[in-house]
């Protein structure tokens, strides 16, 4: 990767900004990119099949609007999922990373985007049929023409990537990685970031901790409760904390589109969660001790 610090810690997760959520028309999303940026937020998310392939031409043409020049800010978009949707027609749910398609869907996002380049192409989620070198072949081709600097992968675990690796560099990987959800510090993908010298990335980075009444859930609470007081922090402040203490360096990728929100995210960047407490939120999402 060129270099990590160019990326926001936080990430503006664009998924629900469109049909896929809130629905926004282009001043309100004008206005999102620009309470993003206010803010210090200059990395934006996106994949071509947010909003049904519909979100990437309404941020493009709402970032149009926006007085930033195009090297202030940082693009993130994925390719590979193909769908059926009003704005594709597909018999089956599949991926495709073929060369001509890798190639097709950068010049459908550049496009779509109104920009010359993507900072960070990731492909979307691994297909059993991946060929590297068709994919090194793609992304090689991109690079030299100058329209994506970084290329990386979403969903990928290490043997997938180190299938990728035997033809083309990986620069980051994308990956589920919350309280609830943390899979990823066991299964490799987080070690290999390190190992890898990668950029990490979270989706979902507050896991089901807002969206489901669980035991897991409650347990969690109940720890918070006294840690809030603590650090004088909010729940989803300590949330983004406990994975911006892992060793991989996490970006969050934070999908609300309201300012405040985004405000508290950023303000989680500056808590220095103690060791102990680390743990404790561990135990509380296992349900157990740590063995």
């Known amino acids: 990767m060129k270099n990590k610090s160019n990326y926001s810690k936080i990430i503006a997760g664009t998924m629900t900004w469109g049909s896929w959520g809130k629905g926004f028309a282009t001043p309100q999303m004008t206005q999102m990119i620009q309470d ?10 996106h994949a071509d099949i947010y909003g049904g392939y519909t979100n990437e031409a ?3 043409k709402a970032f149009s609007q926006v007085s930033v020049s195009r090297d202030a800010v940082q693009l993130i978009t994925k390719c590979g999922i193909q769908f059926d949707s009003e704005a594709r027609s597909n018999r089956v749910k599949h991926y495709n990373y073929s060369k001509e398609y890798i190639m097709w869907s950068v010049e459908r996002s550049l496009k779509s985007l109104q920009t010359d380049y993507i900072d ?8 059993p049929l991946m060929r590297p070198t068709e994919i090194a072949e793609a992304i090689t081709k991109l690079k030299k023409e100058g329209k994506i600097i970084d290329f990386g992968v979403s969903n990928f675990t290490p ?8 033809e083309v560099p990986v620069a980051g990987n994308q990956v589920e990685f919350s309280l609830t959800a943390n899979g990823a510090m066991y299964d490799g993908s987080l070690d290999d970031c390190i190992i890898g010298k990668r950029m990490a990335m979270s989706w979902s980075p507050l896991g089901t901790y807002f969206r489901e009444q669980t035991e897991k859930t409650q347990r969690i609470k109940q720890a918070l409760e006294t840690m809030t007081e603590k650090y004088g922090a909010s729940e989803d402040q300590l949330l983004l904390a406990w994975i ?8 969050p990728v934070v999908g609300t589109a309201t300012k405040s ?7 989680a960047t500056g808590i220095e969660m103690e060791l102990e407490d680390w743990f404790v939120l561990l135990e509380a999402s296992m ?5």
């Open 159 to 166: 043997s997938q990537i180190a299938l990728i690796e035997t």
């Open 244 to 251: 911006l203490h892992h060793p991989s360096e996490v970006f």
């Open 261 to 267: 929100r985004l405000k508290d995210a950023l303000a």
């Open 36 to 45: 993003c940026l206010a803010l210090g937020i200059t990395t934006f998310d």
């Open 58 to 60: 309404e941020f493009g």
């Open 120 to 127: 960070l192409l990731l492909l979307h989620r691994p297909s």
């Open 287 to 291: 349900g157990n001790e740590v063995p």
